[in-house]
């Protein structure tokens, strides 16, 4: 009888002592979720975006190149057969306008030539004539009629001489040899590999010796398949990177939009101008185009830096007050540009901690 006293008073004191313990427990887990409030050095770098309804963007990618602009470009052709005697340029050489880039030598220059040396001996002889029948007039020994003829004369030898001389300015005639000319400034984007030195043409059949394209302008062309047509329209933003410049996007819109497909590839080309005053787009370049379109739909956005990824699940601090802050999963549905569109998780018009959240996320999720 006494061992069972005993003992019932020993379990007495064990079952005391461990409601002792869980007080102790308690207390102490009390005190250590003491309420959370912003810091003063975290409130001073605080951002806060709000949560709002908008139209869904997409982003269609597309591979381009960059082209010079059509506008800004000019074939060069002989305008006259022979043999090149020097060529003067190469690809990729910047040329002002009036610079020589060939000389040709050509019995048809020659020809021109000889058509001034003419045209000069002609408009001479003219003006011998017209003054000799103004002296007959005026002594009495012709009539009116021949001092209109004589004019007439003189007057056909000048517009011969001036039309002559045009055209060996244009051809740059000297000594058989024509000179090809720069018709603009600008960049030698193509020459052509079947032309050398010393080497005979026709100019029927050589087709143009040089293409010179003045860069402060050009265009990059992208190719959209038939699928994505109807998401591309002029006007719409337009995101480019190069594998030259990795680390830079050049922005654009779409210029123009051509309603024909390639027969081949099945797809059609869209264009985008952009200004290249710093020469950084240079023909050829391969370029990857994003362009940025709306659905119909509208979701709810927030800022894309606000998303906080942890344990395979996205989060949001719902910010409502300096100490009242909530940790919210989100499902995010996609994420475009700097936007990310949410299908669940929160409400239109709550604030979101869009900088240093991730500090204030590790402290309250400890």
Not at 75 to 81: H, L, N
Not at 166 to 178: A, C, I, Q, T
């Given at each position: 009888m006494k061992s069972k006293i005993i003992s019932g008073a020993l379990l007495t004191g064990?079952?005391?002592?461990l409601a002792a313990c869980n007080h102790h427990k308690e207390a102490t887990t009390e005190t250590t979720n003491t309420k959370f409030c912003l810091t003063d050095s975290l409130k001073a770098n605080l951002e806060l975006s709000t949560a709002t309804m908008q139209r869904v963007r997409n982003e269609l990618l597309l591979s381009g190149k960059v082209s010079a602009y059509e506008d800004r470009m000019v074939k060069v052709y002989p305008v006259v057969s022979g043999v090149i005697e020097d060529l003067k340029i190469e690809l990729g050489d910047y040329v002002t306008a009036g610079q020589p880039l060939a000389i040709i030598r050509s019995g048809e220059a020659a020809d021109i030539e000889t058509q001034l040396i003419n045209a000069q001996s002609q408009l001479i002889n003219a003006q011998k004539s017209k003054a000799v029948a103004d002296d007959l007039f005026k002594a009495g020994l012709n009539n009116e009629r021949d001092v209109v003829s004589a004019n007439t004369d003189l007057k056909r030898a000048e517009s011969e001489l001036a039309k002559v001389k045009d055209l060996n300015n244009m051809y740059g005639v000297k000594n058989s040899r024509y000179t090809i000319k720069a018709p603009i400034s600008g960049y030698v984007i193509y020459r052509n590999p079947d032309i050398s030195e010393k080497m005979q043409f026709n100019e029927n059949e050589v087709g143009a010796f040089f293409s010179i394209a003045d860069l402060r302008e050009v265009i990059i062309e992208g190719s959209v398949y038939e699928t994505d047509i109807e998401k591309v329209?002029?006007?719409?933003?337009?995101?480019?990177?190069?594998l030259a410049y990795p680390d830079s996007v050049f922005v654009g819109k779409v210029d123009k939009v051509f309603s024909v497909l390639d027969p081949v590839s099945r797809t059609m080309k869209i264009r985008v101008k952009m200004n290249n005053q710093k020469n950084l787009l240079k023909p050829e370049m391969f370029a990857r185009l994003v362009i940025n379109y709306e659905d119909a739909n509208s979701m709810l956005a927030?800022?894309?830096?606000?998303?906080?990824?942890?344990?395979?699940?996205?989060?949001?601090?719902?910010?409502?007050?300096?100490?009242?802050?909530?940790t919210r999963e989100v499902k995010v549905f996609r994420t475009t540009g700097n936007t990310s569109y949410l299908s669940k998780g929160l409400q239109?018009?709550?604030?979101?901690?869009?900088?240093?959240?991730?500090?204030?996320?590790?402290q309250l999720n400890d």
């Amino acid at each position: 009888m006494k061992s069972k006293i005993i003992s019932g008073a020993l379990l007495t004191g064990a079952i005391l002592m461990l409601a002792a313990c869980n007080h102790h427990k308690e207390a102490t887990t009390e005190t250590t979720n003491t309420k959370f409030c912003l810091t003063d050095s975290l409130k001073a770098n605080l951002e806060l975006s709000t949560a709002t309804m908008q139209r869904v963007r997409n982003e269609l990618l597309l591979s381009g190149k960059v082209s010079a602009y059509e506008d800004r470009m000019v074939k060069v052709y002989p305008v006259v057969s022979g043999v090149i005697e020097d060529l003067k340029i190469e690809l990729g050489d910047y040329v002002t306008a009036g610079q020589p880039l060939a000389i040709i030598r050509s019995g048809e220059a020659a020809d021109i030539e000889t058509q001034l040396i003419n045209a000069q001996s002609q408009l001479i002889n003219a003006q011998k004539s017209k003054a000799v029948a103004d002296d007959l007039f005026k002594a009495g020994l012709n009539n009116e009629r021949d001092v209109v003829s004589a004019n007439t004369d003189l007057k056909r030898a000048e517009s011969e001489l001036a039309k002559v001389k045009d055209l060996n300015n244009m051809y740059g005639v000297k000594n058989s040899r024509y000179t090809i000319k720069a018709p603009i400034s600008g960049y030698v984007i193509y020459r052509n590999p079947d032309i050398s030195e010393k080497m005979q043409f026709n100019e029927n059949e050589v087709g143009a010796f040089f293409s010179i394209a003045d860069l402060r302008e050009v265009i990059i062309e992208g190719s959209v398949y038939e699928t994505d047509i109807e998401k591309v329209k002029e006007g719409l933003p337009v995101s480019i990177t190069l594998l030259a410049y990795p680390d830079s996007v050049f922005v654009g819109k779409v210029d123009k939009v051509f309603s024909v497909l390639d027969p081949v590839s099945r797809t059609m080309k869209i264009r985008v101008k952009m200004n290249n005053q710093k020469n950084l787009l240079k023909p050829e370049m391969f370029a990857r185009l994003v362009i940025n379109y709306e659905d119909a739909n509208s979701m709810l956005a927030i800022d894309a830096k606000a998303i906080i990824f942890d344990k395979n699940k996205y989060f949001a601090m719902v910010y409502k007050d300096d100490c009242n802050i909530e940790t919210r999963e989100v499902k995010v549905f996609r994420t475009t540009g700097n936007t990310s569109y949410l299908s669940k998780g929160l409400q239109p018009r709550e604030r979101i901690m869009s900088k240093n959240q991730l500090l204030v996320y590790d402290q309250l999720n400890d």
